[in-house]
């Protein structure tokens, strides 16, 4: 995937194997470079991890003591949280090349860190999504805004499913 910049996903002691998985199949499906964890529940439970499409061949999954040390000189810091005076995500501008860092199911990203951030940005929603949801309408905020020019004919093509042969009839006015 063609993106200006690239965008890495950190993850705040998540708990989930199911979300860590849904987290890189976002990550393969959006461009993402790599993806960090802090803590150690998802350790615990990565026996039961769930990355259908075997992504983190492709993109690393990491564990991290600290995020703060990861950004490199160019990156800036977004954390993605529901926190008093967050930008909204649809008046946000990503940076070229972003760390996003994202909070656990069950809590938030340490004050220590959002006061090291850049920028910190929610979604607004009616109550909480949950992790790997949160981390699929960022990135792909990002990717809408970012304006790539893409064949979207071969785009579907390369990303369907081999089971998945649909073609579409619509008149072109109505698709629009």
Wanted: proline share 6%; glycine share 6%.
């Amino acid at each position: 995937m063609e993106n200006k910049g690239s965008a890495a996903i950190a993850l705040c002691n998540p708990k989930s194997p199911s979300n860590v998985g849904a987290v890189m199949r976002a990550a393969g499906c959006y461009g993402a470079a790599a993806v960090y964890y802090s803590g150690t529940r998802f350790e615990r439970a990565a026996k039961y991890h769930l990355d259908t499409r075997n992504i983190s061949a492709q993109i690393p999954l990491t564990a991290v003591e600290s995020f703060t040390q990861l950004a490199g000189k160019h990156q800036k810091l977004v954390c993605v949280e529901l926190a008093e005076g967050a930008i909204p995500l649809p008046g946000f501008t990503h940076p070229e090349d972003a760390l996003y860092i994202f909070g656990p199911e069950d809590g938030s990203i340490d004050q220590s860190v959002v006061d090291l951030a850049d920028a910190v940005v929610y979604i607004p929603t009616i109550g909480c999504m949950n992790l790997a949801a949160t981390v699929n309408v960022l990135l792909y905020d990002r990717m809408a805004k970012q304006n790539n020019p893409i064949d979207h004919g071969e785009r579907i093509k390369q990303s369907r499913d081999v089971n998945n042969r649909l073609v579409c009839k619509a008149e072109p006015a109505l698709q629009n």
